[in-house]
């Protein structure tokens, strides 16, 4: 064999001659199978409909050359673009997935070797060479194929073969892609992706000295050691920042990727193109990679890949581009909520993520900033590029990339749609929640970040149910002081003059972590050490920021609400606390509120058992209904295997709702609901029906919830959940049921 570097050299020839590309491709062929003492060589690309067409032969009939098609489960060829993966057979036959094309005249060919033509995640083809004699090709070889295989890539990204296309057909770098994730942020989003860390474009691929290339490598590889070497000695001591830095470091000294880099420099690369092949393979193999912690580590090696490329490139590294273009869907593997913040919210329509779901905070700060998000889509950082068209529904969680006319235009009407219902709720924002039958239910909204605040008059909310204060200190480099965190709930409080704000007071622990506390290690973190228990137990916490939230409210009503009580006595301690705050301040000739409510969220089932001893000893209750579901059932709310097991809208909870219901009424204390739960119509209208006649929730979802109440008939409706749950008792979820009875009397959902 000629060896790999004769062959690009020979490649590279081709390559810059004047000549149609189905002459270029042909020579191409003819190349690989000379260098490589191959019989055959062949080239399929891949379709937008996943077809893999034959566009080169030497050695199959040339008669065959684009009339021959396999699915991608048909074949080695498919299986190897389905898999990405490199597939060397000394016994092609004796494959399961072999499949016989009689037009090519393959049956007299027995050891095959195919590559995948890759370019990102996606798979734009496949390159085969076959041998009569059953033989076992080496490892260099399948190298060799790989690196030619990147030039294939460059060709069918530059579109120098779209010429050989049929008519209409278009290479697999435009297919559409439907993906599903976990919706995080509701709306829709149409626009161009922009990736948050831009792949790094690589314009030389070959180069004819080897030499100069390695050491290219070795300046680069060590300018990026001593760059790692830096960051560790400034990060902390300890920590997850400088445990990542560290694994690079030891990547970065990797004897296996360094040799895989050498090899593929020696078989005619550049430098820059060596470490884009080896990344490659490692792509692949992530794109397989179930287990959690190996796709961590295949993560790291991309980020460290990235790094080189930058240093080899002379780019810099960012961490996110400040300047959009119009109608930006970003696209990243994971984010902070303050890159989030940095970029311009005019020009963004969307966000996906590959990791982090609705509870992650670049989520909350998306769902502030009303930017339609998608999280938990695999791989998508590798299967868009820059400008890509996509569609993002973060209400269904549904990703297009790069859709058809049809689907946009589908989309487009969903947009129109959506914006007519927003309209509509627009124009019933001054008036009350009141049903057909009289009952009044009040609807106010939670918040947590100041972004938040316009949406209290925007949507019509008669207040803030629930501010989750965690936000803050979930969002801050490090521990607010008591200084800082006054500044904020003033500021809230300005914001929002005129109607009540319900602070809860820090709900931590369990998923919710500060990144600059010690992580405890804890076997079961939703039944362990979290919100008031840290409070009580660390009056450090809890005390400044109730002083902070005390001289905030200074001269004007203020309302406090303690997280995940779970008995009496904690509430206790917890008013005593404040009682302390209240009584420091005013030895301090510090203003006080002028009215102060405090309350409970009712999250705990032991609770319900002592709202006899509860209700007089607060001025509300506010039901928590997603850690109350999850313990009630004893069922994790971020844990997909069993979130979905158990309806809410079941005889066991909705029972339960009504008992409180019962119990707080005939006490006089004012009860709400702050749960996802309140803002889903459906549910919604269960919940008033048990007896709630107040419920706070997201922004977007009071319109939805407001039309809802207006056409519904509270008397009727108990009458039949009543029943409802009397025939089924069983746990049976009666969702289907309620939703047919409220779809029959025409309830918008
Ligand atoms: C709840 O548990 O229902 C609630 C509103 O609190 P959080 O979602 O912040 O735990
Ligand atoms: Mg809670």
Sequence with gaps: MGGPRLLLRRLRAVMAEQVDPQTRLDRIVVLIASNMIAEVCSIYLQRDDGILELYATEGLNPDAVHETLMRPDEGLVGLIATTAEPLALADAQAHPAFSYKPETGEEIYHSFLGVPVLRGGNVLGVLVVQNRARRVYTEEEIEALQTTAMLLAEMVAGGALQALARPGVKSALTRHLELRGSPAAEGVGLGHAVLHQPRIQITKLISDDPGAETTRLEVALEGMREELDRLIDQASASGEQRDVLETFQMMAHDAGWLRRLKEAIRSGLTAEAAVERVQNDARARLQRQTDPYLRERLHDLQDLADRLLHKLTGTVLTNARQQLPENAILV????????????????????????????????????????????????????????????????????????????????????????????????????????????????????????????????????????????????????????????????????????????????????????????????????????????????????????????????????????????????????????????????????????????????????????????????????????????????????????????????PFLRLITQIAAIADRHGTPLTLCGEMGGRTLDAMALVACGLRGLSMSPAAIGPVKAMILAMDVGKTRAFLEQAMDQQGDGRSLRQGLREFATGLGVPL
């Excluded at 228990?533 to 902070?548: E, K, N, T, V």
């Excluded at 008013?575 to 705990?604: F, N, S, T, Y």
């Excluded at 059932?633 to 844990?639: K, S």
């Design 332 to 651: 990243a593997r994971t984010m902070g909520p303050a890159a989030l913040l940095g970029y311009e919210r005019a020009h963004l329509r969307g966000l996906v993520l590959e990791e982090g779901g609705a509870s992650s905070h670049v989520a909350i700060v998306a769902r502030a900033m009303g930017i339609a998000c998608v999280g938990d889509i695999a791989n998508i950082t590798d299967l868009v590029a820059d400008g890509d068209a996509m569609i993002i529904d973060g209400g269904t969680g549904e990703v297009q990339v790069r859709p058809s006319a049809n689907i946009e235009a589908a989309y487009v009407e969903r947009v129109r749609m959506r914006a007519r219902r927003q309209e509509q709720y627009r124009s019933l924002r001054a008036r009350a929640a009141c049903s057909l039958d009289g009952v009044t239910v009040d609807l106010s909204m939670n918040a947590g970040l100041m972004l938040d605040l316009p949406q209290v008059a925007e949507s019509g909310a008669s207040s803030i149910g629930l501010f989750r204060t965690e936000l803050q200190f979930m969002l801050a480099p490090q521990f607010p002081r008591l200084g800082e965190q006054y500044s904020f709930y003033k500021a809230v409080l300005e914001a929002v003059p005129d109607r009540p704000v319900t602070f809860r007071t820090l709900d931590i622990g369990s998923d919710k972590v500060l990144p600059y506390m010690k992580k405890i290690e804890e076997e079961n973190p939703a039944l362990g050490w979290r919100a008031l228990r840290i409070g009580l137990d660390r009056p450090g916490f809890l005390r400044p920021q109730l002083r902070a939230l005390l001289r905030a409210g200074a001269g004007r009503d203020m309302r406090i609400m303690f997280p995940m009580v779970a008995t009496v006595t904690e509430l206790v301690e917890a008013r005593a606390a404040l009682a302390q705050e209240q009584q420091h301040l005013k030895r301090h000739g510090h203003d006080l509120p002028r009215g102060l409510a405090v309350g409970v969220m009712l999250e705990v089932p032991s609770l319900v058992w002592q709202l006899e001893e509860l209700c007089p000893l607060v001025d509300f209750i506010s039901i928590g209904s997603n850690d109350l579901a999850q313990y009630v059932f004893a069922a994790d709310r971020d844990n997909k295997r069993v979130s979905g097991r158990y309806d809410p809208l079941s005889a």
